[in-house]
């Protein structure tokens, strides 16, 4: 006895939708689409920081400033030798430079040749005082391994009980894919 017609025809559509389902899923990705996922295996954890503070110099007298401030040290060594206190002079702000001790890793089955970091400088309320971002070398890291890196802000206005935050940041919104190194895939 045969099957009827129906049912084998039946199979067919069926065989042929399922045939189309996997074509569909086994489509070429675009150069930013593969990017995107690779990245996604990428992330970044802040080890440690650590600060230097720095006076910023104030702006130097005019000439006319200079000639008083002149008068002034005059009137003031001769203070000074009649044991009056000198008076402080006003500093500028205090900027830091922050050493970023940050580890990268990656599980992605190829490797980038780098990824761009975002770095968020935050106050003690957890409020967004600053962004960095800044470009990692992973050239040479090899999957399931980490490198370590010292990362340089210069010029920071941290006080105490502010915090950084380092990551991978994913997804990168289009607007802003300019800014990431790794998708100037003309390069």
């Not at 830091?96 to 780098?114: C, I, Q």
């Not at 890291?141 to 994913?170: A, C, K, P, S």
């Amino acid at each position: 006895m045969t099957a009827p017609r129906n049912s084998v025809t039946l199979r067919g559509v069926l065989v042929l939708l399922v045939a189309l389902v996997l074509a569909a899923g086994c489509a070429q990705k675009t150069p930013e689409q593969k990017l995107i996922e690779l990245r996604s295996y990428y992330t970044a954890e802040l080890n440690s920081i650590v600060t230097r503070a720095q006076e910023v110099p104030l702006p130097e007298p005019m000439a006319e400033e200079e000639e008083a401030a002149a008068d002034e040290t005059d009137e003031s060594s001769a203070e000074d030798e009649m044991g009056i206190e000198e008076e402080e002079l006003p500093v500028g702000p205090l900027l830091s430079t922050v050493l970023l001790d940050v580890v990268v890793r990656h599980e992605a089955k190829e490797n980038l040749p780098g990824v761009t970091l975002d770095v968020t400088h935050a106050d003690p309320e957890g409020n967004e005082k600053a962004h960095y971002r800044f470009w990692v070398d992973t050239s040479n890291l090899v999957r399931g391994q980490h490198i370590q890196i010292t990362h340089q802000l210069e010029d920071v206005d941290y006080v105490e009980g502010d915090g950084f935050f380092v990551e991978v940041r994913n997804p990168v919104p289009e607007a802003e894919r300019s800014e990431y190194r790794e998708f100037d895939l003309d390069s």
